[in-house]
DNA sequence: CTTTTGAATTAGACACATCTAATTCTGTTC
DNA sequence: GAACAGAATTAGATGTGTCTAATTCAAAAG
């Protein structure tokens, strides 16, 4: 059995495997789990010795596919849970992060089904992140890109929003910015804030807000509701985002926000 | 902050106090917690440091107030996921006690209100043992009697039934033996088995299923629902239970099988 | 090709929870 | 009251996850 130290490695790698793609450096690992970098080189060497990454020496550190698939289970159980707790336990979209945090390691098989069931099987938490299967396949969610990349003028619904910094979360449940809401976007600071407007009002995010939400465009007629913003339509092509920020790029799609 | 094993090493303290009375003996403890009995010393010597328990060399372990009410809420918790499980997760009562067991330790103050509250602050958990107030007080259990003290003619209600040994409960879940269940006691074999009627079936019950069963008297015009059999009722004296079983007896009544 | 610099690893230590083996204590039996 | 039996503790070791300090490496800059 894995600990519930070495499942939240697993999530951190998958997570930065997806942002960035393979390989993942030490400090970076460091960063997110807030590990010194010793030790993570030393826990990467135990994961390697599971068979659960691979690595080279000096260079960076990949998933192996059993890897992949524990990081999966564990950002399913995260994500069930934020979806339950908001559901059925009155949760609000910016507290349930640190709940999930607490229980995705201890939940059973059982409770993982029982409870995506309940919720009928949901495709996305309330953050917007999509949810992988029971079957643990790779979650791709629908094409978004940050709304940093985008221009004035732009009509979009937010897709996600990141739920790594309570306080921007909090700043945007204030400011009625939630997964599904359509805002027009007014300015685009380059590298900095961002002027939108929400129904009647204008709003300027600062800049770390701004980078915490993801949007799809507001066109093709399509106002359904937020859950299904992830849903199929691995027809729908890339927004058009120019290459402005180019460094700010997203190869995801893969929403491991876990 | 204490560890989930510390919490774990309270509760197990808390169970044995309730059934036996204070002062704890290592050995008690080393075979709740399923470890040996040095593990044990050490534990406590490092629960003493935290003022958790008291305790004399080569004599016993008592739970200081401290000590006592991490327990309790330990319990609260159980008791209240356990319940969850039941009513809001479709588990049934056999099945709810493993998974509390993992997730009791990790659940917020904030979870733990919000749980308390769609379930309506119950009083008792699927098992029948009383959950603890959100104030922490030991809970006091109605006053029962293990089914082993009752004598042939006896017509009682289940109270509780132990939920620590799963095989037993799997056979009374099966045998339809469950807390508000009334049976008619037909014969009491001395140490041995308990032949009860149930509605119209006759069930003989091994010894140890017997034994984790504990009753009140269905006498008084009481057939209310199982979860107020240990609501108020402090007036209600003591049943009969000659002293055949003697050293089998209850010092208890505050239910802490948790 | 050498140097530099920042990242990664190795070295060595520590806290925690656990074990087995050896010792010490307590309460009981003769 | 001496001896014994059983329980508890002490002694000493192990595995895990973590740290700081020292070293080594690789990739970029000269």
Redesign the interface.
């Known amino acids: 059995m894995l600990s519930d130290v070495m499942e939240d490695y697993l999530k951190a790698i998958y997570v930065i495997e997806s942002e960035s793609g393979p390989p993942v450096a030490t400090s970076e690992i460091a960063e997110r789990v807030d590990k010194t970098a010793p030790t993570v080189t030393s826990m990467l060497e135990t994961l390697e010795d599971r068979g659960m990454v691979t690595r080279e020496k000096y260079k960076g550190t990949e998933l192996t596919a059993e890897g992949r698939t524990v990081a999966i289970e564990v950002i399913r159980h995260h994500r069930l849970l934020e979806t339950y707790?908001a559901e059925?336990?009155?949760?609000s979209w910016d507290?349930v992060h640190?709940?999930a945090d607490?229980?995705e390691h201890?939940?059973?098989e059982?409770?993982e089904r029982?409870?995506a069931e309940?919720l009928d099987e949901p495709q996305a938490d309330p953050h917007g992140d999509p949810i992988p299967s029971a079957e643990l396949e790779p979650p791709t969610g629908g094409p978004t890109v940050p709304l940093s990349a985008c221009e004035s003028g732009d009509r979009i619904v937010v897709a996600r929003v990141s739920d790594r910094r309570d306080e921007d979360l909090a700043y945007l449940a204030d400011a009625g910015i939630t997964p599904g809401t359509t805002i027009s976007v007014r300015d685009v600071a380059p590298f900095g804030m961002v002027t939108v407007g929400v129904g009647d009002d204008e709003q300027s995010l600062p800049e770390s807000v701004a980078a915490s939400i993801h949007v799809t465009p507001a066109d093709h007629a399509d106002e359904a509701n937020a859950d299904e913003v992830h849903a199929g339509e691995a027809d729908s092509d890339e927004v058009h985002a120019d290459e402005a920020n180019a460094d700010e790029a997203d190869p995801d799609a893969t929403g491991a926000g876990a």
């Open positions: 707790l059925h336990l009155d949760y507290e640190e709940e607490a229980l201890h939940i059973s059982e409770f029982r409870v309940v």
